[in-house]
């Protein structure tokens, strides 16, 4: 009725209305297979009971109506398979069409997505997130630098040293012989440390007037 009005099926009211009468064919197959099933228990009854009365003429032609009887049910079998794989073709088509609608909606979805992600905003969050995230690295350096040279009190090296060579006494090992020289603790090599630390940060800091005021206090600090 619908073409009659000029209005065409959509694909899946098409699949639906022949899965529809394929399940009617099945059944009607399936009614027809057992009203012939039931024929053939009749017939084989009949022919046992002529064959008891000796009534040979009839015997033969109730077997060739068994004979046919069998073969039709055989076929109808046969034809059902054959619908019941053009259902399973139909239910195929009907998920590739399923399958074709769903890609079809994502893609649409994932361009509508990619036109509102700002790339350039992205790129620029990220520049300005690695650039606060070395100042904060930088001032918590500087911040601990500061805070050991604070805490740090004269005698605190020999002590240490001191500390050293006993516990290397007690397990027997000779400090001067078996153990390679290392710096003190306070010299030159802290000191250098202390300068190359200095520098990273100035190269970190890119003249920010905030982070330098927080290098001045924190000089002022350490002297």
Do not use: W
Request: glycine share 6%; proline share 2%.
């Amino acid at each position: 009725m619908g073409n009659v009005f000029g209005k065409e099926k959509t694909l899946k009211e098409q699949l639906r209305e022949n899965k529809r009468m394929i399940n009617r064919a099945v059944r009607e197959l399936d009614r027809e297979r057992a009203a012939l099933e039931r024929e053939e228990k009749r017939l084989t009854i009949e022919i046992k009971k002529m064959a008891k009365e000796q009534q040979m003429g009839a015997v033969r032609i109730m077997a060739k109506d068994l004979v046919r009887t069998r073969a039709y049910i055989t076929k109808f079998i046969e034809m059902r398979s054959h619908l019941q794989g053009c259902a399973l073709k139909l239910q195929t088509v009907k998920s590739h069409q399923a399958m074709a609608e769903a890609m079809k909606s994502t893609t649409t979805a994932m361009m509508k997505m990619n036109k509102a992600v700002d790339v350039p905003a992205i790129n620029k969050m990220m520049a300005e997130f690695e650039r606060e995230n070395a100042k904060s690295e930088m001032m918590q350096e500087i911040m601990g630098d500061a805070i050991d040279d604070a805490l740090e009190t004269e005698g605190d090296a020999e002590e240490e040293d001191k500390v050293v060579s006993q516990v290397l006494d007690e397990i027997g090992i000779s400090f001067g012989d078996e153990v390679p020289d290392a710096p003190a603790l306070g010299t030159g090599l802290s000191t250098g440390a202390g300068k190359e630390q200095e520098k990273v940060p100035e190269a970190a800091g890119g003249g920010d007037p905030a982070l330098s005021e927080l290098e001045e206090r924190l000089n002022n600090l350490k002297r």
